[in-house]
């Protein structure tokens, strides 16, 4: 018999029977093995609620199944097929990432980007795509959720999370939510790259109207900006996207205002990542986990070579180096914005590729509380340097992805809450929010909670041991023999 390799060409029907037929063969998921937490008012405990139904809360709520853990609820404040960024704010044509990094696979060949991609369109079609379009990206999300049937609850915000006794209490809103509060043991925020914070707003455009600029992160009308003079702050990916888009739309000029002197051009991280760097960075002491971030900070990702020629292709589109921002104001319906260099730049718009800022205080869900939080400059003091403000504002999150306290004994619940998202990366690295390593992430992350667990519950785990008495053997499977 010939065994065939892949199921190119042969449809998602025939690729959907082998993910079940993978998963039973390792017999997943399991049987859930956690007690359940019984209380005297009768409200249900869920064991875990994951906030995010994007690919991190996804691949997070199939390492949980895998283990057992059963009990669990996903939240996600978009409709079905708009979680996460890829239909919302992120503009780029194609991802960054190969097309041939595993993602949330976790493990299984039927679950890659690949055996989807080459189920519905074969071998040729595969070989000839270059970069995944996002578009494409976000289908392929589509059908992980259905084909593994995880029970994402569209439109349902989580507004606050607060402590209950030992559970922590979420507050709910939004059509989907069927209920007002749910409690729940532990929380995974899989809030992705603004999980722990919020868009970085510059100080400069306080004085401005909010009709003639918008951050990346926005819903931004491109329609509108036919015929306009558009300035773009930054020259990161996502602010050649946005100018992209602008371009695409008939904007009449994109001018990018960039402090650095010159565009980055390598992407360091792409230098040393590697099984052993996966696995090896969270490991190290505190003085090597900086050093490695901060030269990635000072040193910047620049944007991908595709989405720069998306740009550069139009003869309207000028990138000022060294221009910073003095000062910005409006002068009827202009915006005038005054670079460091002493120079004026009007536009009739103005678009903040400025990213995205870790401070756990700007998290509603977190208010009241954040500021309990250990954060990096809490326990870590780099030499001059090294300085750096933005980094020592990350979480200081332990190996299960769990906050911490900043002093011991004021909010011991935090260990309850694991910041599965971009905000744990100078803790643990690039397993948390990046395709190349979530599946290790969300690995150990499973495998953390679920040790988390039995400790917590080895008492009734002790119980369930002595009373087991199903008999492997029924007493007549020998004869007892007299000695000679």
Same mark, same amino acid.
């Given at each position: ?169 979420? /507050?709910?809103?939004?059509? =989907? $939510?069927?209920?007002? &509060?749910? #409690?729940? %043991?532990?929380?995974? !925020?899989? @809030? ?52 992209? /888009?602008?371009?695409?739309? =008939? $904007?009449?000029?994109? &001018?990018? #205002?960039? %402090?650095?002197?010159? !565009?980055? @051009? ?57 221009? =910073?921002?003095?000062?910005? &104001? ?8 005054? @670079? ?145």
């Amino acid at each position: 018999m010939t065994l065939i390799p892949s199921l190119a060409g042969a449809g998602l029907e025939a690729l959907n029977a082998r993910v079940k037929h993978d998963l039973a063969c390792l017999n997943l998921p399991p049987a859930n093995w956690i007690p359940p937490l019984e209380r005297e008012d009768g409200r249900h405990v869920y064991d875990v609620v994951i906030v995010g139904g994007g690919q991190c809360g996804l691949v997070a709520a199939f390492a949980l199944l895998s283990g057992g853990i059963a009990n669990i609820r996903i939240f996600d404040r978009n409709p079905a097929g708009k979680e996460g960024p890829w239909m919302n704010y992120a503009r780029m044509e194609t991802l960054r990432s190969p097309k041939t990094l595993p993602g949330p696979s976790y493990g299984f060949a039927s679950l890659t980007f690949r055996a989807w991609y080459e189920a519905q369109f074969g071998t040729e079609a595969w070989e000839i795509l270059d970069k995944i379009p996002r578009p494409t990206w976000m289908e392929y999300l589509c059908w992980y959720r259905e084909v593994l049937n995880l029970p994402v609850e569209n439109s349902v915000k989580v507004e606050h999370v607060k402590p209950e006794g030992e559970l922590l209490s979420l /507050e709910l809103s939004g059509p =989907g $939510a069927t209920a007002e &509060r749910v #409690l729940t %043991r532990k929380l995974i !925020m899989a @809030t992705g790259r603004e999980g722990t914070g919020a868009p970085k707003i510059p100080d400069f455009v306080a004085g401005l109207p909010a009709s003639s600029w918008a951050h990346t992160a926005d819903d931004i009308d491109f329609t509108a900006l036919k015929g306009k003079r558009v300035v773009v702050v930054g020259v990161g990916a996502s602010a050649i996207d946005n100018a992209a /888009e602008a371009l695409e739309h =008939g $904007a009449s000029e994109v &001018r990018f #205002l960039i %402090r650095r002197q010159q !565009m980055p @051009t390598i992407n360091k991280m792409m230098g040393i990542g590697s099984y052993g760097f996966t696995h090896g960075y969270a490991t190290l002491p505190d003085e090597w986990r900086w050093r490695i971030m901060h030269y990635s900070f000072i040193t910047q990702t620049p944007p991908p070579r595709g989405s720069t020629l998306r740009v550069s292709r139009h003869e309207n589109a000028y990138f000022h180096f060294g221009c =910073g921002i003095e000062n910005i &104001r409006v002068e009827g319906s202009e915006v005038v914005i005054t @670079t460091q260099q002493g120079k004026q730049v009007r536009c009739d718009f103005l678009i903040l590729g400025t990213g995205f800022e870790v401070d756990p205080l700007a998290r509603t869900e977190l208010a009241g509380y954040a500021d309990r939080i250990l954060l990096w400059r809490d326990r870590y003091q780099p030499p001059t340097e090294l300085q750096h403000e933005e980094l020592g504002n990350f979480p200081y999150v332990d190996r299960d992805f769990a906050f911490q306290e900043r002093e011991p004994g004021a909010a011991p619940w935090l260990r309850n809450i694991h910041c599965f998202n971009y905000g744990a990366s100078i803790s643990l690295g690039k397993v948390s929010g990046d395709i190349p390593g979530i599946s290790e992430g969300a690995s150990w992350l499973a495998g953390a909670i679920a040790a988390g667990f039995y400790r917590e519950d080895i008492e009734r785990h002790w119980q369930l041991l002595e009373h087991y008495d199903s008999p492997e053997l029924l007493g007549d499977e020998w004869e007892p023999s007299p000695l000679p």
